[in-house]
Structures are given as structure tokens and as C-alpha cells.
């Protein structure tokens, strides 16, 4: 019961802060238009700002999750991205709403590495797959209701601007921003009633692991880490770019309202996000249960390829409700690949190595996924097709290249994968037998 408390209550932080981070998607029009900014310059808010500062304040971070009480770090991350997000409603100008978003990214990087520690130290062995799929569905409901949200709050409020209480004159988009922020406080006070999980499988040696020691052991097992991050990052990468330019696609495509897209796709992102999420963590326990070491990282693969022709086909349909469809079955996929690819590291790792590693992928996640995904989209309609109604083109052509290269890691990294798994099982039964 306390296991499945942590994990629901770490769902329901992530998905906060997908709804502060995701948010801005569908503010890039109003954003755009108040502050007179290009595609290019969005992207920058939406992923590389973001990701580098998330991925900054991750290392340190990660390496406080091993020798730390992890829900205290939570906690205080959770409190500081909160306070951000609402920042970015209070700003009057580009530079500071970069640095709001920067200030996010930091707050950020604090929850995923530690909730991938404790909930494998809460949770049975068995079940980790389901678990860590349960948590990674707060990117799909996050995303979803931030659209929903927002297009509900923005259809609500004045065309033009307000005047609030203490705050002054504001535009739609910046009460939109305080609006989401200011809850995250709420459920900071929450995280404080979950009691620190004791560490499992904790070896003696590693009661303290030196940073040379976790370089030793990426270095040993190389090429298994490589393929998996990597075939994770690109796998996210298209996530993300869709998750970033699928509402102004359908604003600049069919003309429908920011309210119409974000209450259908955020929909879509939610069904299928927490379908995939869950059937990644199911079907990756039970082929790991028939003794399929590299279950996983093949089902990765799979989803990344099934996923490329709906990816191509979804941004050139005529039909807006065609297009969300195929949208849908590219969520589902890439949700079942990416929800399964955590599970898959966190096999790899001794416990102590887990803060800093977790947080050497995030980085790596992040920076390839988040940081180049929406920029790779933004430069190509600004400067290859030279036409912002062109963002369907760069989609469609974007999108389905990151699912390929994602496609090859996966491939490329059975073999190394299931060679290094088998290694950490016999460490882990002669610890278990000591």
C-alpha cells in the first residue's frame, strides 16, 4: 500500500510538471505575436533552454540522490519549478521568460532521477516495468491537460488584456502561466508525508561510490548504456517535437481555435499516452519473466518502427480529424517505447549509481530530445521551407527520421544489452547470497 502511495504520488508530480513544462505549446502563437518572436526563437523556450538547464542542475543533483534522503530533494524541486513556471506569467519580455523556462529545467531535473531510485527500491522486481510505466504516464496526462487546460482557460478569458489583484495588466497567456504554477506548491506539502524508502540491494562497497567508479562501470558496459540512452533519446526527441508543434500545426493547418486544439489533442495525448505507457511496462515484465533478457530494448525497436508510417502520413492529411487518428497511433507507439526504456536502465544499475546515471540519461535525453527535437522542426520552417503554414512539411519529414535513428539503436544494442543484464543478475545473487 505505501509502495503503490509513492508511486501514485510521483505520477501525480510528473504530471505537473509536464503541464508547467508543456504548457507553453499552446501559448506559441499569442506568445509569438506579443513579444514578436520566430519559430526559432520559440524553440528555444520550448527545448534548448530548457534541456541544458535541466541537464546542469541534473549531474550534482544525481549525485545527491545516491548519498541523500531523495524525497527531501523532491520536494524542494518540485516547490522551485512551481514557483518558476508562475515567474514566466510575470515577465514582459523575451529574456525573461528565458529565464524562467531556464529556471524550470532546473527545478525539473531534480524529480525523474529520484523517483526512478525509489521506486525501484519500493517496488517488487517483478513489477518495475508496471511501475516505472505508471509513473511515466504523468508525461502523457501532463501533456494532455495542459493543452486541455489551457485551451479551456484561454477561451475563457478576455481577448486581449486583464487586470488582476496585485499583479496589474496581463495577457491571456501570462495568467495561463500562473495559473498552472501555483498548484505545484500544494503538492510539495504532499511529498513530505512519504517516508524515505530504504535502499535495496545495497552493496557494502558502494555505501558511498566514487564518481571514477560509476565511469568504470559505464565504461564496462559500454556499449549496452550507449544504445539504450541513445535509442531512448531519439525515441523522445520525436515525442517531443510532436508535443511541441502538433497545436500550432493544427492552428496553422485547419485553422481551428487554441480552445479546439487543445481539447482534442490534449485527449488524444492522454488516451494514448497512458495506453502505451502501461502496455510498454506489461508486455517489457512479461518477456523479461520468459527469460527474454533484452525483451525491453527490442520492444523499443518494434514500437519505433511501427510508429514511422503514421508519423509520415499524420501532418499531410486534409482532413484535421484524420490526422489527430494517426497522431493517436504514433502516441500510443513512441509512448510504448519510451515507457519501457527506463525500466530497461534501471536493470542495468547497482543502487547506488542510480542518482547518477539516471541523471547522466535525463541530460542526454533532454539535450538530444527536448533540446534539438522542436528546434530541428523550427529551423526547417523557417529557413529550408521559408513558411510557417510549411510546418507540416518539416514534420512530417523531422519526425519519422528520429524514429529510424532511434529504430537502429535499439538493434545495434540487443546483443551488448542482454550481455551486460546477465552480468548485473549473477552480481546481484551473489550479493543476495553473501
Known amino acids: 500500500m505505501r509502495a503503490a502511495y509513492l508511486v501514485a504520488l510521483l505520477t501525480f508530480a510528473y504530471t505537473l510538471s509536464f503541464i508547467d513544462r508543456q504548457i507553453l505549446s499552446l501559448l506559441v502563437e499569442p506568445i509569438k505575436h506579443d513579444l514578436s518572436l520566430s519559430d526559432t526563437e520559440i524553440s528555444v523556450l520550448q527545448g534548448l533552454a530548457f534541456a541544458v538547464f535541466m541537464g546542469i542542475g541534473g549531474l550534482p543533483i544525481g549525485r545527491l540522490i545516491d548519498r541523500s534522503r531523495r524525497m527531501s530533494i523532491i520536494t524542494v524541486g518540485i516547490a522551485f519549478w512551481s514557483v518558476m513556471t508562475a515567474a514566466c506569467g510575470l515577465v514582459k519580455g523575451y529574456t525573461g521568460l528565458l529565464f524562467c523556462r531556464m529556471g524550470v529545467g532546473l527545478g525539473e531535473s531534480t524529480l525523474t532521477p529520484a523517483a526512478y531510485s525509489v521506486i ?12 516505472i510505466g505508471v509513473y511515466s504516464m504523468g508525461v502523457y496526462i501532463g501533456a494532455g491537460l495542459a493543452l486541455i487546460i489551457g485551451g479551456a482557460v484561454i477561451a475563457r478569458l478576455p481577448v486581449e488584456t486583464m487586470v488582476l489583484p496585485l499583479l496589474g495588466v496581463m495577457r491571456p497567456w501570462q495568467v495561463v502561466f500562473v495559473a498552472v504554477g501555483l498548484p505545484g506548491v500544494l503538492v ?6 512519504v ?19 560509476v565511469f568504470h562501470y559505464l ?14 533519446s531519439f525515441a523522445a526527441m520525436s515525442s517531443y517535437t510532436l508535443n511541441a508543434w502538433a497545436a500550432s500545426f493544427f492552428i496553422r493547418s485547419y485553422g481551428w481555435s487554441a ?8 485527449i488524444t495525448i492522454v488516451v494514448s499516452g497512458i495506453l502505451g505507457v502501461v502496455m510498454g511496462g506489461l508486455l517489457g515484465d512479461r518477456l523479461v519473466a520468459k527469460r527474454f533478457v533484452s525483451g525491453r530494448i527490442s520492444l523499443m525497436g ?4 511501427c510508429a514511422i508510417p503514421f508519423a509520415a502520413c499524420a501532418p499531410l492529411m486534409t482532413n484535421p480529424h484524420s490526422a489527430l487518428l494517426m497522431l493517436g497511433a504514433v502516441t500510443f507507439l513512441i509512448t510504448l517505447a519510451i515507457g519501457t526504456g527506463p525500466t530497461a536502465l534501471q536493470e542495468l544499475l547497482p543502487n547506488r549509481m542510480r542518482g547518477t546515471v539516471n541523471a547522466m540519461a535525463v541530460l542526454t535525453v533532454n539535450l538530444i530530445g527536448l533540446g534539438l527535437g522542436p528546434t530541428i522542426v523550427a529551423l526547417l520552417t523557417d529557413y529550408v521551407f521559408a513558411d510557417p ?11 519519422p527520421c528520429m524514429m529510424i535513428i532511434s529504430a537502429i539503436f535499439a538493434g545495434v544494442g540487443l546483443k551488448p544489452y542482454a550481455r551486460s543484464r546477465g552480468l548485473r543478475r549473477l552480481n546481484q545473487q551473489s550479493v543476495s547470497n553473501a
Do not use: N
Open 120 to 131: 525501484s527500491d519500493s517496488v517488487s522486481p517483478r513489477r518495475l516495468g508496471l511501475a
Open 389 to 399: 503554414l510549411k510546418l507540416r512539411d518539416a514534420l512530417a519529414w523531422a519526425v
Open 219 to 232: 565504461r564496462e558496459h559500454r556499449f549496452a548504456f550507449t544504445s539504450l540512452i541513445l535509442c531512448q
Open 302 to 305: 518494434a514500437a519505433m518502427i
Open 188 to 193: 510539495a506539502l504532499l511529498m513530505m508525508t
Open 195 to 213: 517516508r524515505e524508502p530504504m535502499r535495496r540491494h545495497d552493496e557494502s562497497f558502494a555505501v558511498k561510490i566514487p564518481l571514477s567508479q
Open 259 to 266: 480552445a479546439q486544439t487543445g481539447h482534442a489533442y490534449g
